[in-house]
C-alpha cells in the first residue's frame, strides 16, 4: 500500500448479548421470546448478571478500601436499584422520589447520601427523618438543614459539597471548575466548616464531583488526585476528621465509533498510589467512588420493533415502534452537540452476513425522531427487532416518554 | 457617533401578562396566587382567552376560505384541546394516546386526522373504527388501512401524505424535501393513487408538511405556493377530486433574542393570491392549514420557584424548583444546537428597575439543567417566582419527567 488507508472508525462489539440460533439473547433469553415475555414491545431489558460482572470486575481492579456507590440517577428502576444494593456500598440519590426507591431496598439510611443543588425543605425534612447523609450544596441550604434537624430533634448527617478550582478534563460533561450550580466553591469551604462546627450537625465530609462519561484514565487519575489533595487541605479546617470523602465518578462507557473502553486495571492501579499518600495523613478515612452510567449502561438493551420500512429518494427507513419519547439521549437530544449512533443490532438476523445501509426512525412525527444514521445491518424487514445496546443508563428515566401520546414502555431486569 | 454602536439582539416584549401592583399576571390572576391555588410550585399555566385572541386574529387576517387545525401534539393538555375544539376548524393528531384525548372532545371525527410515520395496526384499527381521517405514509400502510377496513366493514378516510421535492427553508425543523420518513415521496404519490382507486377506501385528499417553526414570511409564502401546485399536478392522478388538502403550516413564533413575529397580514394576503389561483381550477376543495406551536405558544409561562440562591466565583445562580425534566426544550436540549434564553420574568417583582445579572437553573443534579444563562433580571431572592413566557407549546409533553424522580408539575387552564 503506497497511500495511507483511512479506516472509518467502528463501535466497540458488544458483549454479554450472546447469539441463540441467529438470534440476540438477554439473560439467555432470546429477544422474541422476551418480547412475548413482556407483552408488548418497545421495552428496555437490563441483565442483572451483566451488572454483578461490572461490579465484581471493579472490586477485582479497584484498591479493595474504595467504597462503590451507585449513583441512581442512571437507572432508578426499582428492580435495578434493589439488585444494586445487595452488591454495592451505598447508593446516592437526587430527590425524594429516588429516596423512597432506595429506603424500600432496606439498605442502611447511614449509605444513602442524597446531592442535588436545589432540595426543598420537604425534602430535606424527609432526608433528615429517614436519616440520610445529606450533602449540603450552600450556605442558605445549611442553615435550613439545621432549622429543620433542630425541629426534628434529629442530628442530621451532612458532608459538604465542593465547587473544587479544577475540572475533569476531556469530559462528556462537566460539573466542576470555575463557577458552577452545584456545591460551595473550594475557597468559601473553610468558613463553611467553621459554621458547620457551632451548628448542632454531625460533620460526615466531603463530596467532590467534577465531572461524567469520560473515557481518558490519565484525566481521571488526575481528577482523582487532586480531589484527594483538596480534601486533605480542606480537612484541616474541619471540626472532625472526616469519615467519608465521595471523589465522585466520572467513569464513561464507549457509546459512539472509535470509543475505547476504560482500563479498570490502569484506574485501580493509579488510585492505590494515590491512596497510600492520602491514606497517611487521613487513614480512617473512607473514600467512596460515586458512579452510575459505568455499573449498568452497558448492561441494558433498548427493543423495539420495525413497523414498516420504506424507500426514499434511494434512502432505506426502518420504522420502528420506538423512538425519542423512550430514548432521548440514543436521538442527540440529551446534552449532545452532534447525533452520533449507538451500537444497533437487528435481533432476530444476528446470522445474516448480507447488510444494508439504513437510517432507523421512531413512530414519532419529527425529524428529531433518529435511533440510527446511515448503519450498515443486516437486511431488515417488518417484525423484526431492532435493537440499541448501551442502552441500561440515562435512558427511559431521561426521557420525555408523554411526548405525543405514545404508551410508555415497560422495563423488565433479567 | 463616529463609530457603529452594534445594539445586542433582545427578546421581543411579551404581551398577554400584564403586571398588578408589580407582579405579573396570567389571565387577570396573579402569578402568586395562582401558586396558592395549584397548590405547588412548578406549574405550566395557559390563558385560554389569549388563545382564543390568536385564532380570532388568524381568522381576521387569513383568507375565510381556509380552515384551521390545531396539531395537538404542541400542547395535549385535555382542557386546552377541548377548548381549542370550539374554536378551530380541525384536530390533527399523532397517537392513539392523543386520538382519545380529542374524540373526548366530542368533535365530529371527520375533522380529526391522524399522522404519524409509525403507526401500529392496533392504532389504525382504532382510527378507523372512530372514523377520523388517516394521512397514509406508506405504500405498506395502505395495504395494512385497506385489510383492517374490511375486516372492520368500515370505508377507511384516507389521505396521502407526501414528501414534496422541496423543503421550507430556512425553517426550525425540516420535514420535506430530499429523503425522509414522513409520507411517500411526491413522484411515488401517482402510483399510490392508482392503487387507491382500486381499494375500497375513500379517498379524502394530501397532507403535505415541510418544516416547522420559521419566521419568514416569504418562505413560508413560497412553500405553500409549492404545496398547492403540487396537489395540482398529484389531483389529476386522483381517483377523485380532493376533498381537503392540509398545507401544513409551520409558523413560528419569537422564542431568542433578535427573533422578529411573523405579520399575519403579509401571510394571509400572499395565501389569498395563492388560493385564487388554485381554487379556479379545484373550486370545491378545501385547504387547512395545521398549527400547533404558532397557536398555543404564546400563550403559556411556566413557573418556578426560587430555592435557593448563591454566587459562585463571581456569578449568580438562581436555583429554582424547576428544570429541564419539566422544560427540556427552554434548557436548549429539544433539537437545538445552541441553547439561547427564552423570555425570562422575576414575576414578583415586575416594577423593580434595578437589574442582576443571573443564572437560572433547575433542582436536577447535571449541568444540563439550565433555564437562563446571564440574563438581566430585578434582583431576586429565595422564594420569588421565576416565570417562562413563551411556553405553551412543547413544554411538559416534550420533557423528561420522570428524569431524577422529581414530581412532575401541574398544568392548569386560566
Redo the contacts between chains.
Sequence with gaps: MTKMEKKKPEHVATHGFPAKDGELTVGGIKISQLADRVGSTPFYAYDRALISERIAEMRKYLPPQVKLHFAM?AN?MPAVVHHMSHIVDGLD??????MA?ALDTGMDPALISF??????SQELSQAIAAGVLINM?????MENIARISKEQDIVAKVAIRV?PDFELKSSG???GG?????GV?SEEVPAMLKRVAKLDLDFIGFHIFSGSQNLNESSLLETQEKALNLVLSLSKHAPNMPKKVNIGGGFGIPYFPGDKPLSLQILGNGLSKLLQKFQNELPDTEVVLELGRYMVGESGVYVTKV????T????V?L???G?MHHH?AASG???Q?IRKNYPVAIANRMDISEKEKV?I?????????RLGDKMNLPQAE?GDYVVLFQSGAYG????????????APYEVLV
Excluded at 413497523?307 to 420504506?310: G, L, Q, Y
Aim: charged share 20%; with cysteine.
Design positions: 440517577k432508578p440519590l437526587a430527590s425524594a422520589g429516588e426507591i446531592a442535588g443543588p436545589g432540595k426543598t450544596e450552600s450556605f442558605a441550604e465547587n460533561m462537566k460539573m470555575g463557577p458552577q450550580q452545584f466553591d413497523i414498516d420500512k420504506k426514499s429518494r434511494g434512502e427507513y420504522i420502528t415502534d423512538g432521548l437530544n440529551f446534552g452537540l437510517n426512525v421512531g413512530c414519532l412525527c419529527t425529524p428529531l425522531d417488518i427511559l428515566s431521561a426521557s420525555p416518554t408523554a411526548f405525543l401520546g405514545h404508551p
